[in-house]
């Protein structure tokens, strides 16, 4: 017995479905095989009835009804094979039958009047003695006028024993056909049923939290592809609780540090007793510490707008080498520290203008010089370059000749919450906010390292060029608004184009 569930429902259906298709193949099939030999008979009946009548009737003596003989006459004429013959008058009186049965009444059975009629009837059914027979009656014409009934009457026994045999020969072979997809149907549904079940136990126990249980087994299809995501899942699950633990403990740390600088000086500087050149240093501590503080807040702050669709863009056309040249004199200062020679390498000809928020693209490309300073050795050279990459997409490359990354950490430095080194400080959120930024403008980033050798971060913007071809602003505004731009699109539609940049 099959337990309620998908496995039953599998059974069920395909056993109703194939008991209803060989259901009507078996009643087409003893319909016809019905039709087909009793049509045969009365072909049979009603040829051989035809041919002789004609014969009959054009050799027949002109006056022999007065003939004793005239109606063993007809019977010898009209006989035929395991029939009974009977001559009927148009009353339906029997005149003569080869039987020599003597009928008490008229023969009333609807063959009679069609052949009264002139026609070939025909009459299927049960006698008084209880046997099935089959009546075909043709009228027989004498001197021009339709004088006697011909009837023939052979019984349906044999026949139906024969029909019934293969009925049930054929009913026999859908029970077989039946049985079998039934068994297929059962195989089938537990091969569907066995994957779910486990797939479902083993869900159960990540839904209670143990996310090291996996699904095991070779599946096919859409289950092997369920399986699959399932365990991919628990393997991210896992790794999200491995990167929030480390960021709880990174940012733990950050917060640490600068708090505990700005809380000794703070406690010094209130005992008293300091020259005002120490008093400066203190306070400039404390200023240094508490707008790290502020930038650490607000990346974070940053990231949960990112994550909750939350961040505004103020739309406006935005001149990528201005941009970029103030991004360098922001970096200059800490660059100069290091020795590091910075260089912006303008190869479009032409200015390069783009449609988007300039301080959320100058947030980006000051993260990734940023980077580029704090990540290169001393005496080495940061080079940015921006070119065209084709007639609609601006490319900004950020290229520096620092310690690089690993083919191993590479696909994860965009990741939140990912650092390669935890001591170097910082949240994990830098490249993650800024790639979420650069696909809000429609772009996208990519970065090409390798350790050792220095890292290329590159930046895809499509060109105002590219929105103007569609024509007017409105079409611009339109596109932002497809950006999730709300509030560059109202900016747009209050003060048009502003040059941010």
Do not use: C
Request: avoid cysteine; charged fraction near 25%; glycine fraction near 8%.
């Amino acid at each position: 017995m099959i337990k309620k569930g998908i496995g039953r429902q599998i059974v069920l259906h395909y056993f109703i479905v194939v008991f209803v298709t060989l259901f009507m193949v078996e009643v087409i099939f003893a319909f016809a095989l019905r039709t087909y030999y009793y049509q045969t008979i009365e072909n049979h009946m009603s040829n051989h009835a035809t041919r002789t009548t004609d014969y009959f009737q054009r050799f027949v003596k002109l006056y022999a009804e007065r003939d004793p003989d005239y109606f063993t006459e007809i019977l010898r004429t009209f006989e035929l094979d395991n029939t009974e013959l009977m001559v009927l008058n148009r009353k339906g009186e029997v005149k003569a039958s080869s039987t020599q049965f003597q009928a008490d009444k008229p023969i009333q059975t609807s063959d009679v009047p069609q052949a009264v009629a002139g026609g070939v009837g025909k009459w299927v059914g049960r006698q008084a003695t209880g046997e099935w027979v089959m009546a075909v009656s043709t009228p027989l014409q004498v001197r021009g006028e339709n004088r006697y009934i011909v009837r023939y009457v052979t019984s349906l026994e044999d026949v139906n024993a024969k029909l019934m045999n293969m009925t049930l020969l054929s009913v026999g072979v859908g029970s077989a056909v039946l049985a079998l997809v039934t068994l297929f149907s059962i195989g089938l549904a537990n091969s569907i049923v066995k994957p779910i079940n486990n797939i479902r136990a083993v869900s159960a126990q990540m839904a209670k939290g143990k996310f090291d249980a996996r699904i095991k087994g070779n599946y096919k299809y859409e289950l092997g592809e369920l399986a699959a995501t399932l365990n991919y899942m628990a393997e991210e699950i896992v790794r999200s609780n491995q990167i929030k633990d480390d960021f709880i403990s990174s940012i733990s740390h950050e917060l640490r540090t600068p708090l505990t600088g700005i809380k000794g000086w703070s406690e010094t500087l209130t005992s008293g007793g300091f020259d005002p050149e120490e008093t400066k240093i203190g306070m400039q501590i404390i200023s240094k510490e508490t707008e790290r503080l502020i930038g650490l807040v607000e990346e974070m702050l940053d990231f949960s707008k990112l994550q909750q669709n939350e961040m505004k863009l103020v739309i406006g056309k935005v001149n990528l080498k201005e941009l970029l040249q103030e991004t360098m004199l922001n970096v200059w200062a800490k660059a100069e520290q290091k020795q590091i020679q910075l260089k912006l390498d303008d190869r479009a000809e032409r200015p390069v203008i783009v449609v988007g928020d300039g301080n959320r693209l100058k947030q980006v490309f000051l993260n990734l010089v940023d980077n580029a300073v704090k990540f290169s050795n001393e005496n080495s050279w940061i080079h940015l370059v921006i070119t065209l990459k084709d007639s609609s997409t601006a490319l900004v490359q950020v290229i520096d000749s620092g310690i690089g990354i690993s083919e191993e950490h590479l696909g994860k430095v965009s990741d939140r919450f990912f650092q390669v080194n935890h001591n170097r400080g910082g949240t994990g959120l830098g490249l993650a906010i800024s790639k979420q930024i650069v696909e809000l403008h429609k772009g996208e980033m990519q970065i090409h390292s390798e350790l050792g050798a220095g890292t290329t971060v590159s930046v895809t913007l499509p060109l105002l060029e590219m929105v103007g071809e569609a024509g007017s602003g409105a079409e611009t505004a339109e596109r932002a608004d497809t950006s999730g731009l709300l509030t560059g699109k109202e900016q747009m539609g209050q003060d048009g184009m502003n040059e941010d940049a």
